[in-house]
């Protein structure tokens, strides 16, 4: 159990996908990253125990591992749809229109499906999903909190726009390092 328990805090935390890796830096604000958080977190979520099962289930057994892509990107792209109705129902108010093209061009989604892979279970990958998923809508939710910040600021006229975007980027990448040695995936 505490090996799950392990997995997940180091997705969300360690391994955070939106800082750590070039998978998906959306910089939205507003009331969009208010729907982009929740339906990206449980996009990943569903994702990485379905791509394990997708993986260890249908492909290894049949020796079609090359195929990985043309199997996840349908996957990827229905989940996407899922999540996004689901959330639609769940919570009317949030603007959701536009969203799914966002989603799936997100590489976020589809990367850790591929990085799930090499688990020993299917918990473990859904332990690892929960908490990638969660990670990444705490990364965004904090970068959209800075950038909302900035604008409230007087940002030195070199640094205004992009600069001092990943100046703060670059700083929360820092702060999540702060959590190496937690353990984790």
Do not use: Y
């Amino acid at each position: 159990m505490s090996e799950l328990l392990s997995a997940l805090i180091g997705a969300a935390l360690i391994s955070n996908l939106l800082l750590n890796l070039p998978l998906a830096a959306d910089t939205l604000r507003g009331a969009r990253v208010q729907a982009l958080g929740p339906t990206t977190a449980l996009l990943i979520a569903l994702a990485c125990p379905l791509a394990w099962l997708v993986e260890h289930r249908l492909l290894q057994p049949l020796a079609l591992q090359h195929l990985q892509l043309f199997a996840f990107l349908p996957l990827v792209s229905l989940l996407a749809w899922l999540s996004l109705r689901l959330l639609a129902r769940l919570r009317p108010g949030l603007p959701v229109q536009g969203l799914w093209p966002l989603l799936l061009i997100n590489g976020a989604g589809l990367g850790s499906m591929l990085l799930i892979l090499p688990l020993a279970s299917v918990a473990m990958a859904l332990a690892v999903g929960i908490g990638a998923g969660l990670g990444f809508w705490l990364a965004l939710q904090l970068f959209a909190d800075l950038l909302e910040r900035i604008d409230r600021c007087d940002v030195p006229a070199p640094f205004k726009g992009m600069p001092i975007s990943l100046i703060g980027a670059g700083l929360m990448g820092l702060a999540f390092l702060g959590f190496n040695g937690l353990g984790g995936a």
